[in-house]
């Protein structure tokens, strides 16, 4: 039932107001258990100079990228081996955390400490899912399984992963792994 | 800057309605790089005959439950092992997939599973985050460390973990596991 | 589609405003082609100290009453030839216009003019429908089929009519009569 | 007293808006006895994309013509026996129901009837009324008088007429008529 | 024409609510030219839980007293020379301000400097009028006629004065006071 | 804290619209003691035909000039002594009330009246403060200091003054000064 109304500076794209309007369909649904066709969302555009708080107006802050296709965008690079570019989604202080692995603060960190562990290795997603924490940071949850090459290259595949990363200002600020690869060498 | 009015039947809880205010605020910084102060929430309650569709009222429909609460309740009841009180949070056609098992569908499974692989264990939980999916799943991501004992009766401690759930009308649907303890297991 | 907020000062009654939501409702579908559940009617009650107009506040003026149901009680009080009665519903400047009738301002003139035209007649009411005109008359159509005796004692029934009303502050200042009678006189 | 809000996606013509405005006041005072300077209509347009009901936008369906103007036109068209153009009017289950006929499902079978009755006719139409049922049906009531010839060439006029049409989707789907003719044919 | 609509917190009386609706037509009509009858005040209040803003909830603050009333109030005590209660209207930091005087920090230090002026003083006020800065001070404007007794005994009326005050949370912390006593000494 | 949101017909421009929005940011802050930051006004701008009273639509009157500026300039027009500029800020039915005058009436009575009392004068304004009356009249007050040339020749400076004005339609209707100057002369 709830109907939604959104006071808005104008400034923002269709495909940011589309995810705004989505994200608080979902926000409503988490507490009243109404179907999405029970949750209206209408968003009320304002030009900067009719909004004023002390006084003085606003000026609209650009949208957040999605960040399931920011992390989604990460990990292609990342897969591709593009350090360069992958490492333009890392903030200065980010930390990974891989199974077993020490706090890692670089993708070459990352690199060397895998070197043992397999030849090569591919994501395939099976979902990304992503809200805010209540603080800066956006959480963003990414699924799915891994294939590769053992460093004896023999190959494996469909091993189940989880990553769960923490963007503050559109950059990952923390880099979290959990998967199955453990059980899978102990299974060879 | 975005003000957000909520129309809302009356019926729900201080508690729902600070939850709801909260979901809606972490909803909008999805999208807007606004700070959580630059967020009003406006609640405005109707009585249920000021509210028609249809030319038909509607009657609140109560509030789901904290859906992180939930699973730490239900890890609380199964980490008591008290299997019939766990076993109320779970759907009849719950699936639970944990690190190389198949999916498993009843609690008593889960046990028998984890026989060989641990004498017990105990979750310390360190975050529990909860957002609603576009259908009708709520999904919770609960993680932390795990400690226990070896089946040869050695321990071990602060082996990371990440459980996926899926709720949907606030019983478990899914539960999907991660955990380091191969990772353990071969370390030992 | 349209979501409609009504601003209403409190006082109403639950079926006054039952009226009111169901009446904006087909009010916005005379325009919009809208399935009735796509209109939603919100309801925003203030207490009178809290609406201002030219700096004072207004007290609300008792609803209206249902149009149809006082026709139909006028009819009725008119059937069982209670004058007192149906005479409270008459406006002191009431025009009835009866089929070949010269205007009429009163139901003892109805009466005399009807004597040679039936010996008794009841109305059969299939459907009233009220609406507000631009000005200030309530318009009601009530309609159906008559039967009773003629002059002569023998009967007839089914015969169709029409009646048309205008009301203003609730009290009938015009009733227009169209009927078959006449074709049923021919007919006999 | 009332102040309406309505939100409205964009789409809609200035004729449209005003039709609608007037229409909710009217709908206003059917149950507050309020003079029409004392209802404020307040129409808010959304662009489509600022609207989401079930994190789906909505297009604007076409305004419905003015049910009066298309009555008119209905009847200016049968009144110049254009039965082509006058047919474009009606639904293909069409009811007319004239004094004494039986229902009648064409305009061909109309003018049938009516041919021992009357060598011609034409509607002077003193006002025009329309509404919209609780269900799909809009109303139109449509009044004045009739002036023809007689099967003997003598003439009539002054002759009072009602008529009363049920319109789904700008079609007729009803007809139901009432006039004085038999009583004119009586006096003669 | 302008219809303003005040999202409040619940617990401001009727008395602030009508000073404040009062306040806000004024303001409107400093701008846009209608009379008083054309601007509509709602106020809407919200219990203080349904208010957030930064994920949090406000306490509404008491309301300011009426500044005009307040200073009628200092002026009263000031002119019964009640020096104790007239010193509980000023802020500790109080300047005031009288014709060719030094700046004064203190009623008993105006009373001396009042001394060699006139041996007695009374204010009679035509017109007190308030307004807010758009800083912390609230501006108060009073003025009408001074009589009394000059030094030798003789008497004087009708002198014109305006004193103008600044008050911050409702205490005063200016005074200027200008008035036509030194032309009506020279006039004697 | 509160939230106003301001309904107005297109057509104001953005200074129109900025000095509104701060003008009701101080008459909230005239009741409610909240920081200028906790006070938001939201502006919502609706083309002329999308608003209804009494089924009608309004044109937006022109914005009243800032009544400080207007003020300012007739100052200026007066300083410079060109009258017939600073005429056309004048009612026909201005009075102007100086200190020990008779009411004045038009510019040409104040110079004359001011002959014997100063050679020349000018104003050094240090603030200007308006609000609106309830009534029609809009209230300026001016204040600074005064210097110029005694009749004899001689010079002052630094003596203070206040005008008070009303303005209706943006015309003054009365002006009332306080000033020094007798203090001045007494000095000399």
Redesign the interface.
Same mark, same amino acid.
């Given at each position: 039932?709830?109907?939604?109304?959104?006071?808005? !500076?104008e400034g *923002?794209q269709?495909d940011? &107001? &589309? =995810?705004?309007?989505?994200?608080?369909?979902?926000?409503?649904?988490?507490?009243?258990?109404?179907?999405?066709?029970?949750?209206?969302?209408?968003?009320?555009?304002?030009p900067s100079?009719?909004? *004023? =708080?002390?006084?003085t107006?606003?000026t609209?802050?650009?949208? !957040?990228p999605d960040?399931c296709e920011l992390i989604e965008q990460f990990l292609a690079h990342l897969g591709a081996r593009d350090l360069a570019k992958a490492s333009e989604y890392l903030s200065d202080s980010v930390v990974m955390?891989f199974?077993?692995s020490e706090p890692m603060h670089t993708l070459e960190q990352l690199i060397e400490w895998s070197k043992p562990r397999y030849r090569s290795i591919a994501k395939q997603i099976e979902g990304s899912?992503?809200?805010?924490?209540?603080g800066d940071e956006?959480?963003v949850?990414c &699924?799915g399984t891994l294939s590769g090459e053992w460093p004896d290259g023999s190959t494996f595949k469909g091993v189940?992963?989880?990553d &769960?990363f923490e963007l503050v200002?559109a950059k990952i600020t923390r880099q979290?792994v959990?998967?199955?690869l453990?059980?899978a060498?102990?299974?060879l």
């Open positions: 039932m709830p109907v939604i109304e959104v006071h808005l !500076l *923002y269709p940011d &107001r &589309r =995810r705004l309007s989505e994200s608080l369909t979902d926000a409503v649904r988490l507490v009243v258990p109404a179907p999405p066709e029970a949750v209206t969302i209408m968003l009320h555009e304002m100079d009719n909004y *004023y =708080r002390g006084r107006t606003r609209p802050a650009a949208a !957040l960040p955390q199974p077993s899912e992503a809200f805010q924490s209540a956006t959480i949850f &699924r189940r992963f989880i &769960r200002n979290d959990w998967n199955d453990a059980e060498r102990v299974a």
